[in-house]
């Protein structure tokens, strides 16, 4: 037996580190559908407390996923600075959640401290904070990245164009884009879906955006967002890609169901270095989202949030320069209604951020949950508020391809003018010299995309 | 499906010259694992180009047939290429050489010679198309705003096609040609093309063969010939004289022409340095030398710019050898011992929703294209023609039976005596339609049915032989002799 | 008569003829073909995004960007936001993903084909999406009921589920289902008893392969629905689908719909996907087409 605790009289019992975890998390249809969750509030303040007590070394020391076992625990658990770990082992996820909210902490601490942290430490400490506290600490961290240009810096929003078409038509792709740039959207990278998985038409796709790119002197990326093997191929046989992408998950079956592994990822870090077309430094564009070991039957036990903090542990390791959560895509056996989904978003944003990932987000929900619109509406707001690195930019919000619907430059545009936060400095240099903002604001002939034609 | 690549040849028989290319064509999927399979060609290679040959004549309106296929030969064996190997391709007799009055037996003799499915073709329409394919023209459309006029030079005629986004939207030929005024060193005129003399004669330009011109008369014709092609395009009014040297009809409106590019081998003597002297003029024997000069200084004073030619002298012979070739939709209904199948006329079928929605409607339609198809190949005929579906873009099954149901009972009633029923469909429907028209047929006749491919009335089609028993190789051309 | 008479009568006539067809039908039906061929679908009320913009830069420009994709673009907009028929627009396309998720197939359909009705677990819709493990067992009632009317191994069984969208069936059913029955005939494939299962996720086909031992399961489902459609239909195809066949052993042909993969073109291609499955013994990843 690990822990027992007593909440409103009850007494209640946990055999292990991972049932405390799961229990403690916010409730989520994917940790119910894994038989793993609280069953009601009052287990769940248990486990709760029982998490706030345990020191971040009693964390450490019952690894949920071995390090023999698993090559996504090793690569966290050799990442964490040993130096700054051994100061702060002996705070309680209490007093690490008290620390880190406390005005003393600001950001270049709270950068600090991430490296001594483990994925599972973040994840405890994450079911420990409240949706405003979690917005608070997230804003406190910046985490900028550079790839041919840098996004991430304090009062900078950006978004990636997400111009997808669904039978991957080169014009239809070209016309999503130029209506995205009209909006001042594509400052963190213009990246494409594809439909077609061959070599051939990744190649295709990545030469129409790079020369969308050239034409019009652009300063962003491109990326086109297909398996890692055939982007790789892509580039070897001479595709431009400023990043490399790739969908992860938080452990090592998880990742082999995306036909993945750290080896893949190792060989095409070397690739992009070699003949990627981006100066970098970071040269990654990383993928993840809660549910997705569970739907691959390679959650081992664990809920799906500390699974999700492991993808960015792994993430972390390869410096990227974009992760985005695709939070709402996987449906609602994982995140049932908008509640959920606004959770896991400020959730997998502050994990992302205080593992100092350049961390986005997909506001998005497919038509079988219960969200709507307005909902992406108000977590787009909590999450500019929160610093997010970029947002996802789709034509009125519909992805034509992936069928769900995500942020829209409208939206996009809307929370920039809002919050006064502006597009990545170059790129906004940029949209000065196209005509399409002054001052901050979009002109005139913002959202009209025929003056790319 | 493996990797594929087809083999195909392109065999140019022009005026002046003769030239031949082999090259290779990769089929690679074009749809998602998750859609119904579709193959196009995605990648093409040139593998080899001959030199240029002087076409073999044996007096001015014949063909040497036997040297050409000597030449074909030759060059074959140069570039190590088996009859055998070659799966498309075309042969294309361009220029004033398909007025000879031996093209056409020679143009399907070579057709059989050069290969099993190497088609035979010739027309200035086509050839404008293939042409300003094989220049860069097409593709430069799809890169840029605005339309783009390749315009093919040679030595008999000049050979136009206007793109727009990747799409012909129309061509025009005109008797401009080096080689319709051959002379000497010292400007003796040795040759002056019929075609030319109304319009040398509205220009109050007095020549005739056997006469010596002067450097500065040859100039003045090069310079107003330049200024009728180039006036045409630019839409000026007031010089209609273009009209004495068009070949076929004008073009219904002419559009802004916002880019020129000149192939052929005008274009590739454009290149070189403005010719000086008469001597200079007539190095090969007539005066395209002063033609090119005089086209790409004319340039300047039209609002189009023009864009040099990826391919000059060869642009044809590419277009011919690399981008005739189509490739059917990859769910068909087609029966492998039927095929190949050549030079099968098509008759187009347009038909809209409405039709689809009601028997009568649809029986009258598909009446009146049979009784057209008996008038035009007769009652008895075996492979009369194929139908080309077009005009809707959605089929629902109850409007596929009707369909089926009129097309088999049409087409059996008119041509009795035919064992096969050739379809080819716009829309992606054929594996469906064929299945609904077999059930139909039961074998009498046949039933070929193609989709994905756009023909249009009066075109001819040459069907090849399966690719991975799932889709064939198509190619479509016009086969019209000017008379 | 030779050839070439044939060609020049012919290309006489045909000019002639061309000429009638162009001044009678204009170029509507060529812009239909473009509009397939770039994925713009015609299922959704299309309103007239050209003239959304007051001043576009470039009007011709603009109108064939829009009509190269289904995207919602050259929407135009107030300030930062977008303008009330757009938005309205999209509330709207919204409303029927939401209505085929939790509608119902119409009962006429599936008495036009003689298929009668079998449940899953799922018990009601909201269960459904939590527990996508109940969508994919019958109920005992639903096991006894097939073992009852249905024929034991059949080489191809066809099952119709709602899925993800009711609305799917509605639109879908009456075109690929008989193209799909005829296929099989062409194929002279012989085919078992087809039913209906609501409530069904893609691996009910499983819990089917137990029940009926059927050599090859076609199941044509509902897709979660886009706003572009809420009408998609997938078809999944398995070969000896059972208990812990994984998602990989199966062969989907999906977005079937008027304007993604034509419906009648999917069912006519779906009997040469089952003949091999059936000559190769396999299906999904495994299968060489």
Redesign the interface.
Known sequence: MFKTAKVLGQTYQFQNLKEVMAKANEEKSGDQLAGIAAVDLRERMAAKQVLADLTLAEIRSHPLLPPEQDEVSRVIEEGINEKIYARIQNWSVAELREHILSHQADGEELRRISRGLSSEMIAALTKLMSNLDLILAASKIENPAHCNTSIGQKGVLAARAQPNHPTDNIQGIKASIYEALSYGIGDAVIGVNPVIDTVDSVKNIMIATKEVMEKWAIPTQNCVLAHVTTQMKAIQQGGPADLIFQSLAGSEAGNKAFGINVALLEEADELMRKEGTSPGPNHWYFETGQGSELSSEAHAGIDQLTLEARCYGLARTYNPFLVNTVVGFIGPEYLYDSKQVIRAGLEDHFMGKLHGLPMGVDVCYTNHMKADQNDMENLGVLLASAGVNFLIGVAMADDCMLNYQSTSFHDIATLRELLGLRPAPEFEKWLEKMGLMKNGRLTEIAGDPSIFV | MAETWITSVGIDLGTSTTKLIVSRLRLGRTSSSFSLPRYQIVERQLLYASPIHATPLLQCDEIDAAAVSRIIQQEYAKANLRLSDIQSGAVIITGETATKKNAEQIVHSLAERAGDFVVATAGADLEAVLAGKGSGAEARSKQVKGVIANVDVGGGTANAALFQRGNVIGTVTFHIGGRLIRLNRFGDIQYLSPQIRSWLKEKGMQIAEAQRITYAQLQHIASEMARSLFGYFSGIEGDSSYRLLLAGAALDKVPTVDEIIVSGGIGRLMEGPYPETMEEVSVYGDFGPLLAHELKEACRSYPFHRIPAEQTVRATVIGAGMQSTEISGSTVFIDAKRLPIRNLPVLKLELHREDLQSADRLHKKIGAIMDLGARLFGSKAVHPFGIALTGFDYCSYASLQLLADELAAGYKRSFPASDLLVVISENDMAKALGQSLSIRCQGEPEVICIDQIRVEHGDYMDLGEPISDAMIPVVIKTLAFHD | MSD?Q??????K???E??KR?QRE?PVE?AG??N?????AA?DRTLFDPVSM?P?????E??A???A??????????T????LTK?MLQ??C??AA??D??YGEVNPTILDQFHLFTVETSFEDTENY?????RGRILTDAAVAKLKARCMEKPQVQVVVSDG?SASAIDANL???L??LL??L??HKLSSGTPFFVRGGRVAAMDHIGEVLKPEVVVLLIG??????T?D?M?AYMCYKPRKGTVESDRT????IH?G??????????I??IVKKMLEQKTSGVNLV?
Request: net charge positive; no cysteine.
């Open positions: 070439i044939v060609n020049l009568l012919l290309e006539v045909m000019a003829l061309q067809l039908m039906a239909a073909i509009n397939a061929e770039n994925g015609n913009l001043n576009p830069r470039d009007k420009g603009l064939e960007l829009v190269s994709t289904p995207a919602r673009i050259g929407v135009w907009r300030g930062t936001r977008p757009t999209f509330r396309d919204h993903a939401v085929a998720v999406l939590k527990r996508p493990d993800l009456a075109d690929v008989p193209a005829d296929s005939k062409a897709e979660r629905p886009g706003l572009v809420a998609s997938s989907v042909i999906s977005n008027r993604g993969t034509p419906p009648v073109e999917a069912g006519a291609h009997g040469t087409v």
